[in-house]
């Protein structure tokens, strides 16, 4: 009984395979559309992200933006690939700039709080009202979650 049980489970376990993931950006825009889609996706969304980038993301952008030679203020989406431990494993980028790719670089490894299903995929929109800095308002960047 143990080894036909075992087998069963075996069986089952070969068939269950993981889901491929997404290549390109449009297919993790897809995806990250349909799990914002889904009340708990929202929830997520709304509770989770906009604290984070309240807390965290203004600051990195400032810092990725003083970091690169002439900075591309082009504004720019990517979404966040984010494992059932909160880990952001992988950032698709709509188009690359140096700031999109140095924000990239910066995101990955980071350690938000556990998604409501994973891998969980969030977009962010970025877009940039640069002027003097001394006029400088952490309300200038536009930092919104969801595409």
């Not at 950006?25 to 897809?30: K, W």
């Not at 950032?91 to 556990?114: A, I, M």
Request: proline share 9%; with cysteine; hydrophobic share 40%.
């Amino acid at each position: 009984m143990a080894v036909g049980l075992l087998g069963m489970l075996f069986v089952a376990g070969c068939e269950m395979e993981a889901p491929r993931p997404p290549e390109t950006f449009e297919e993790a825009e897809a995806i990250s559309r349909r799990h914002n889609a889904t009340p708990e996706g929202a929830r997520y969304e709304r509770i989770e992200i906009l604290e984070h980038q309240k807390l965290i993301g203004i600051q990195r952008m400032l810092e990725c933006f003083a970091s690169v030679k002439n900075p591309d203020p082009t504004p720019f989406q990517m979404i966040l690939a984010i494992t059932a431990s909160g880990i952001v494993d992988r950032v698709y980028l709509e188009h690359e700039t140096n700031v999109s790719t140095c924000v990239r670089d910066d995101v990955l490894g980071q350690v938000l709080s556990p998604p409501p299903f994973a891998p969980f995929y969030q977009g962010l929109s970025m877009a940039f009202q640069l002027g003097e800095a001394e006029d400088w308002n952490p309300d200038d960047a536009v930092n919104e979650p969801g595409i």
